[in-house]
Structures are given as structure tokens and as C-alpha cells.
């Protein structure tokens, strides 16, 4: 599977972007998809999850109630729709897949390129 995550920029405090992610080859529908992100200096961390036909989502404490994770398997399409957006927020985010449920960021089998979120204050 190819993952291709767009939708990244610049945005003040208090707004919107969502991010999309396409995968190519491989059967969509058959992987656990999500959302990690790495802000400057830290760790990759766990943003959401979303089961294989979206019946379960998964957030971070951190994102609940802002975040919202959807999948189109039609589209082979993964999206994050970010709200209500914090400086805090600032990262580069990866989407990812996995056969499994999934929470940490050692375990997934395939990895997006990544693209940047800037909140400025």
C-alpha cells in the first residue's frame, strides 16, 4: 500500500483544515487507517484511528471533540477534519495504515510521506 496524505498549511488559532489521504495498490478496506503526528522536536504521536468499514474511531485525549477521522473505502480515502485548531497543534502529520488495531506508532505497516500543519497564535 502507497499512501499520499495532502491538505497541510497554515492556518490561525481557532481554524480549520482537513487532511486527506489516498492509498494506492492493496486492498483499502482491509487495514485499520490513522493519523499520527510529529510536532518539531518531539516524538511521533497518536492522533486517530478509524476501523475498516469506519464503524469504530479512535482519538487521541488531546484531539477529542476537535478532530473528527472518516474513510471513504470507494475513494481508498482517509480524512482528518481538524477544528477549533491550537498552536499546540503544529506538526507534521503522517497517515497510516495497519491489518490491526493500532495505537503506537511502532507497529504500522505503512507509512504516508507526511504533511505540515502550522497553527500560528
Known amino acids: 500500500v502507497q499512501l499520499q496524505a495532502s491538505g497541510g498549511g497554515l492556518v490561525q488559532a481557532g481554524g480549520s483544515l482537513r487532511l486527506s489521504c489516498v492509498a494506492s495498490?492493496?486492498?483499502?478496506?482491509?487495514?485499520?487507517m490513522g493519523w499520527f503526528r510529529q510536532p518539531p522536536g518531539k516524538e511521533r504521536e497518536f492522533v486517530a484511528s478509524?476501523?475498516?468499514?469506519?464503524?469504530?474511531?479512535y482519538y487521541a485525549d488531546s484531539v477529542k471533540g476537535r478532530f473528527t477521522i472518516s474513510r471513504d473505502n470507494a475513494k481508498n480515502t482517509v480524512y482528518l477534519q481538524m477544528n477549533s485548531l491550537k498552536p499546540e497543534d503544529t506538526a507534521v502529520y503522517y497517515c497510516?495504515?495497519?491489518?490491526?488495531?493500532?495505537?503506537?506508532?511502532?507497529?504500522?505497516?505503512?507509512w504516508g510521506q507526511g504533511t505540515l500543519v502550522t497553527v500560528s497564535s
Open positions: 478509524i476501523t475498516w468499514r469506519g464503524g469504530n474511531t
Open positions: 495498490e492493496g486492498t483499502f478496506s482491509s487495514y485499520v
Open positions: 497510516a495504515a495497519k491489518g490491526s488495531y493500532f495505537t503506537s506508532a511502532d507497529t504500522i505497516d505503512y
